[in-house]
Nanobody, 124 residues
Framework: QVQLVESGGGLVQAGDSLRLSCQAS????????MGWFRQGPGKEREFVAA????????FYAASVKGRFTISRDNAKNMVYLQMNSLKPEDTAVYYC?????????????????WGQGTQVTVSS
């Protein structure tokens, strides 16, 4: 069982940056692939970024590639999402997720554990 707690959301202006953090419980954090997803108003939850258990490989949605960076610190059981050049269309609740397959590209259906989410609002 893994518990995930996100933090770092807020209200920013277009062009600003934010860093989201996700604290995971448990002693075997490195065996989980981790990902970030988001759900905008009236939209379905969508994939944003993922990172393998070792941190060696990352994956991004086309809409955020080059602006967002996912990283993890296995010693601290933490995963991060650095978001730069934010746009109003990035407004959403952002969720951290864990997949028991450490090399998974992680999807909404493969993820085994979810956090409660943190709101990110980008004003124009």
């Amino acid at each position: 069982q893994v518990q995930l707690v996100e933090s770092g959301g807020g209200l920013v202006q277009a062009g600003d940056s934010l860093r989201l953090s996700c604290q995971a419980s448990g002693r075997t954090f490195s065996v989980y692939a981790m990902g970030w997803f988001r759900q905008g108003p009236g939209k379905e939850r969508e994939f944003v970024a993922a990172i393998t258990g070792s941190g060696a490989t990352t994956f991004y949605a086309a809409s955020v590639k080059g602006r967002f960076t996912i990283s993890r610190d296995n010693a601290k059981n933490m995963v991060y999402l650095q978001m730069n050049s934010l746009k109003p269309e990035d407004t959403a609740v952002y969720y951290c997720a864990a997949d028991q397959d450490p090399i998974s590209t992680i999807t909404t259906t493969s993820a085994n554990f979810w956090g409660q989410g943190t709101q990110v609002t980008v004003s124009s």
